[in-house]
């Protein structure tokens, strides 16, 4: 087929339209015909030259549709006059004229091309992402997914449309896992050894939020590494994440004193105990009123397993053996029991001594009392006598007792030993009960047997 330049067609149909003529192959002239345009009215099938067919060149519409019609029938569809309508194959868009003609001067009355149809690109959305079957083109599917710890709201997926828009509305992610929180098991403490107190310490919970960032936990109750007294506790721990899901948990701290039966103060004798008398870890100590000694244990210790250790003591009378042939014999049986006051007169009527004797006589409870036992050594070797109330003493007793203590048969003298035997204290006159009670309280009893004193005061009166 041969090819003219454009403007050579336009030149000569031109020239032949002004000239009236019909051009060879042409067909016919449109009366009022220009470039473009055609209306029905006018129109009116041109002749046409069968040697001819292909009046305009065969348009092309890629991914498109065309729908023909000629003036001379299906076959025809380049020859002059033929009109055809335009489409795309979905997925495309049509841009140009939708309708076009071949027109007298052998051209197409416009142009047009199917492009692909493309929706918009897609944001990103917070906390997620989405992935699409065919990029951002038609009937692609776009589904979204929430990050970790997240759950999506709205719709899971959009598709791009024939049209080029979205189908439906951006998802978002949103955050309704709570925080996970775990706390330490709950735990029973026996309170110290000697305290009604324990100290307990636990590892701290920590959180962390579904989406990883560490949180601040809230604790109500006492914290780790507190002093709890006896009792139970509820500790709770409770944590907000950054979408306000709380997560709580607790357990119990459940502080027990242990505690021995109590035991009972000894006949003619009392305890005393440390700590709280009966808890785990007290001590008590067996005392026996004076006159009488313990014999057993001292101490008992309230143990673990709630049982004392040792037996019970026992407070028995004080008896003493005056029959013994030596002084150190007669102290032994005093030692760390017994306060001592030996009295040594010339004879039992030396004025001193009788006047002591009154004194003491009034006072005889009273030095009992005060854990002092009375020795009396009256008169001179080798006519003398020792005696305890109404025990008597060897000879030999009264010798080395008057000999290891200094104690001079000459004249009146009293001297005081401590319940270890060291002289405490002489007197060469006679003293009062009161003097020698004032004494002996201050200087010789230990505190506790002050205080017991005091509760016994008004016993012998
Ligand atoms: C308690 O423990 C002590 C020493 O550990 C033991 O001698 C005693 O038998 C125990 N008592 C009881 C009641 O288990």
Redesign the pocket.
């Known amino acids: 087929m041969k090819k003219f330049p454009a403007f050579l067609f336009v030149d000569l149909f031109t020239v032949y339209q002004a000239l009236g003529l019909s051009y060879e192959g042409s067909g016919a002239i449109y009366p009022n015909s220009n470039n473009e345009v055609v209306h029905e009215e006018t129109y009116y099938p041109p002749e046409l030259d069968y040697k001819y067919p292909h009046w305009c060149q065969t348009f092309k519409l890629h991914n498109g549709h065309m729908k023909c019609s000629s003036p001379r029938g299906g076959n025809h569809r380049n020859t002059f006059g033929t009109r055809c309508s335009l489409s795309c194959e979905q997925g495309y868009k049509l841009l140009g004229q939708s309708s076009i003609h071949c027109m007298s001067g052998r051209r197409w009355s416009g142009t047009a091309y199917c492009r692909t149809v493309r929706c918009r690109v897609l944001p990103y959305i917070q906390h997620g992402t989405y992935s699409c079957s065919r990029s951002f083109l038609v009937h692609s599917k776009c589904d979204y997914s929430c990050f970790q710890g997240y759950q999506i709201e709205g719709d899971r997926y959009r598709i791009c449309q024939a049209g080029g828009s979205w189908s439906g509305a951006e998802p978002t992610c949103a955050d309704h896992d709570p925080p996970k929180l775990k706390c330490p098991l709950s735990r029973v403490k026996v309170a110290e050894p000697g305290k009604l107190t324990a100290m307990v310490s636990w590892e701290r919970p920590t959180a962390t939020d579904t989406t990883g960032t560490s949180l601040q936990i809230l604790r109500n109750g006492p914290d780790s590494g507190s002093e709890f007294t006896e009792g139970q506790y509820v500790i709770r721990y409770k944590v907000y994440d950054q979408a306000r899901n709380m997560a709580t948990c607790k357990f119990t701290v459940h502080v027990e004193v242990r505690r021995c039966p109590l035991l009972k103060a000894p006949l003619h004798g009392y305890l005393s105990c440390s700590s709280n008398n009966n808890n785990y870890g007290a001590v008590c100590e067996y005392h026996c009123d004076p006159g009488y000694e313990r014999s057993g244990t001292v101490h008992r210790v309230c143990?673990?397993?709630?049982?004392w250790?040792d037996q019970a003591a026992e407070c028995t009378l004080m008896e003493i053996k005056t029959d013994v042939r030596s002084a150190g014999a007669l102290l032994d049986q005093f030692y760390e029991k017994r306060r001592l006051l030996i009295v040594s007169t010339p004879s039992a009527s030396d004025q001193y001594y009788k006047l002591q004797n009154i004194m003491l006589q009034s006072a005889g409870c009273g030095l009992d009392l005060r854990h002092v036992t009375v020795i009396e050594l009256i008169g001179i070797p080798p006519q003398e006598v020792g005696r305890i109330k109404e025990q008597f003493l060897e000879p030999e007793v009264i010798e080395g007792l008057r000999q290891a203590l200094h104690i001079t048969s000459s004249h009146f003298n009293m001297v005081l030993l401590d319940e270890l035997g060291v002289d405490r204290e002489r007197f060469i006159n006679p003293t009062t009960s009161d003097e020698l009670y004032t004494y002996i309280e201050e200087y010789v009893l230990t505190e506790e047997e002050q205080e017991r004193l005091q509760l016994n005061r008004d016993l012998c009166d």
Request: no cysteine; net charge positive; charged share 15%.
């Open positions: 143990l673990f397993n709630r049982s250790s």
